[in-house]
């Protein structure tokens, strides 16, 4: 019984992250303003560090400064939700890599996560983004299948793009968003 209700308290915790998700989509709660993209990064890896050595994975860090505007809160739940799904998802041993950089003539800053697991089966790939997607390899593993589907929805919000990339091995999700027009730091 007591597991049943950490699972529904996740999956209500889960639902109130996608509500926000949504809100933001519809764009007055964004709190907008240059940040660098490579710091809010920084930032959730640090954060996450522990979590990735407990579990024996290696989280590596590729950060060069990419001004966006965004809603700085905003941005690392989209960097939190790629690197959880990464460590989740991924067995002892594993490198992580996250990469943020500033992307050509474009004027896009680019974030990459990385990982060297199991990746996604192809059939899954094109649902991976879907609200409560769960495929059969992801199901005996904890979780709603929404953490993707609020990155998107958080990437709409800053008009980005999110996909992911065909790999032979691992998983590789790249989000781009506009470079921030005032490349000041904060």
Do not use: W
């Amino acid at each position: 019984m007591h597991d049943d209700v950490l699972r529904l308290r996740r999956l209500v915790d889960d639902l109130g992250t996608l509500a926000d998700a949504d809100a933001a989509l519809a764009g007055p709660s964004l709190k907008v303003e240059p940040c660098d993209l490579a710091e809010i990064a920084a930032g959730v890896a640090d954060a996450l560090r522990p979590l990735a050595a407990s579990n024996q994975q290696k989280l590596e860090r590729h950060l060069e400064p990419a001004f966006v505007d965004g809603d700085p809160t905003r941005l690392s739940q989209i960097v939190l939700n790629l690197l959880t799904n990464a460590i989740k998802f991924c067995p002892p041993g594993s490198t992580i890599d996250l990469d943020v950089r500033p992307c050509g003539p474009l004027g896009t800053a680019s974030l990459t996560v990385r990982d060297n697991g199991p990746g996604i089966l192809p059939e899954d790939r094109p649902r991976v983004f879907e609200r409560f997607y769960r495929s059969e390899a992801a199901r005996p593993i904890a979780g709603s299948g929404i953490g993707l589907a609020v990155v998107a929805q958080l990437v709409r919000a800053h008009d980005g793009s999110v996909e992911l990339i065909d790999t032979e091995v691992g998983t590789t999700i790249a989000v781009t968003f506009p470079i921030s027009l005032q490349t000041t730091t904060r």
